[in-house]
């Protein structure tokens, strides 16, 4: 069958199927649910796949879920994802328990791609496209609550803190070639798509400075002050910001959780939340060695001691050209958006896990605008339905038939034109050779 003519029945079907769809949208907005907690929103997405005859793999990192098609097909295998969790911003007006909200609408990317499960499989299209898919809801984007995913790894429920960076590590990802996903994107300046959108990398930063205790007027002198280590370690990593190449969009930021006790009392223990962002990872590393360096450095001169414990947080990104060539042509050619409507290149401020992907395999990560307000915030909310949930589904659906039709021919292509940055295995021992607790001790004994 030509591929125009599979196009529009797949297109056909998702109209048909239009109510469903954005009833998949509102019911996980309802249910906002926060990182590797993503019940209701994996319950939804399983009950969906199994209506469509498929045999779903249940709870695939402590939440989330996987189910693929034509798998005794030849050819290209391409992962399509959506991200399930929401995330915490209690005055937003529909935040429910835990000030859980979907404001940077993961629920429009389940929505979106079981709506391409349903355009492919309900229209009988899948069986005429020469690769396989697998459909992979995924939890646990938002890189928040560091206590709460520590406490998972120290349980052993998870390796890593990004639900992509642990799907990755459980294999996921071993027979996909290539994959992805789309975000809902806030409407600006009346554009309707972002194609390309590029991403800082991070490294997240736990930091606690020992010292001793002792009273502050009475004795300082028998202290050791980890408020001072702290001082010093700030005007120290902000001495380095000058040492940092505009083109490595270096970033360091931090916080002091906790600052001491009492203020009569000289501060034994402090500790300290950073940042260290990157477009690239080898920028990255080098600032986060000064970084470790400044801390050193403070516990150095005061002679105490000083923890420092590092998690890569997630890679920049970096997404396929070929692959958003198809989907923009799908989207001018097939769902009436005009070129002027189209932004090819933002570069944002932000990281996501799916630069993870980014560096292994080829991947889109396109933005489709149906919402307003900037994300993360109470002024977020979705206003176009039809653009967030249901052309979503539509451009990624048609994406995939490029990509498959005629052997994998395009499929085939993208892997040609390629390069990772790693394996998956280096990858793998990438995370595991930089998520390390260094512990430096310059107590006098
Ligand atoms: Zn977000
Ligand atoms: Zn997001």
């Not at 109209?15 to 954005?22: P, Q, Y």
């Not at 907005?29 to 994996?42: D, G």
């Not at 969906?48 to 709870?59: A, M, P, Q, Y």
């Amino acid at each position: 069958m030509d591929i125009n003519t599979l196009k529009k029945m797949c297109i056909d079907e998702i109209d048909k199927n239009k109510d469903e769809i954005i009833k998949i949208g509102r019911d996980i907005y309802n249910n906002p649910e926060l990182s590797y907690r993503e019940f209701k929103a994996t319950k939804i997405t399983i009950d969906t796949l199994k209506s469509l005859g498929l045999d779903v793999e249940e709870n695939i990192a402590v939440t989330g879920c996987k189910a693929s098609i034509n798998e005794d097909k030849e050819g290209v295998k391409v992962a399509v994802l959506g991200e399930l969790d929401a995330l915490a911003c209690p005055e937003h007006k529909d935040a429910k328990e835990e000030g859980a909200i979907h404001c940077c609408g993961h629920n429009a990317q389940i929505a979106g791609m079981l709506g391409c499960a349903i355009g492919l499989i309900k229209s009988g299209v899948f069986k005429h496209l020469d690769g396989k898919i697998d459909f992979i809801a995924v939890p646990a984007e938002e890189g928040i609550e560091l206590e709460y995913r520590k406490y998972l790894q120290d349980n052993k429920m998870i390796t890593y803190v990004g639900g992509k960076q642990e799907l990755i590590h459980k294999g996921y990802f071993d027979d996909v070639d290539m994959a992805m996903m789309f975000h809902l994107g806030s409407i600006k300046d009346n554009k309707k798509c972002i194609i390309k959108g590029k991403s800082n990398g991070f490294i997240e930063k736990g930091i606690t400075f020992i010292g001793k205790s002792a009273h502050s007027g009475g004795g300082p002198h028998l202290g050791i002050n980890a408020g001072t280590m702290a001082n010093l370690a700030i005007n120290n990593i902000n001495a380095l910001r000058d040492t940092f190449k505009d083109e490595d969009k270096v970033r360091v930021h931090y916080i002091i959780n906790h600052g001491g006790d009492a203020v009569n009392v000289v501060p034994n223990k402090v500790t300290m939340e950073a940042m260290v962002r990157s477009s690239n990872a080898e920028a990255m590393l080098d600032a986060n060695k000064k970084f470790n360096r400044s801390l050193q450095a403070a516990a150095l001169a005061i002679g105490g001691k000083v923890i420092i414990e590092d998690f890569i947080g997630y890679l920049s990104l970096e997404t396929d050209d070929m692959m958003n060539s198809l989907f923009k042509d799908n989207l001018i050619n097939f769902l009436g958006i005009k070129e002027d409507e189209i932004v090819d290149l933002n570069i944002g401020g932000g990281s996501t896990d799916m630069g993870d992907i980014s560096q292994i395999m080829p991947c889109i990560h396109p933005y489709i605008m149906g919402a307003t307000g900037d994300f993360h915030t109470k002024d977020y909310k979705m206003v176009d339905e039809e653009m967030g949930y249901v052309n979503s589904a539509k451009a990624m659906a048609l994406t995939l038939i490029d990509l498959l039709y005629d052997n994998s021919k395009k499929g085939k292509q993208v892997i040609e034109g390629y390069k990772p940055t790693y394996t998956i295995k280096e990858y793998l021992k990438f995370l595991e050779e930089n998520n390390v607790v260094h512990t430096h001790d310059y107590t006098e004994k």
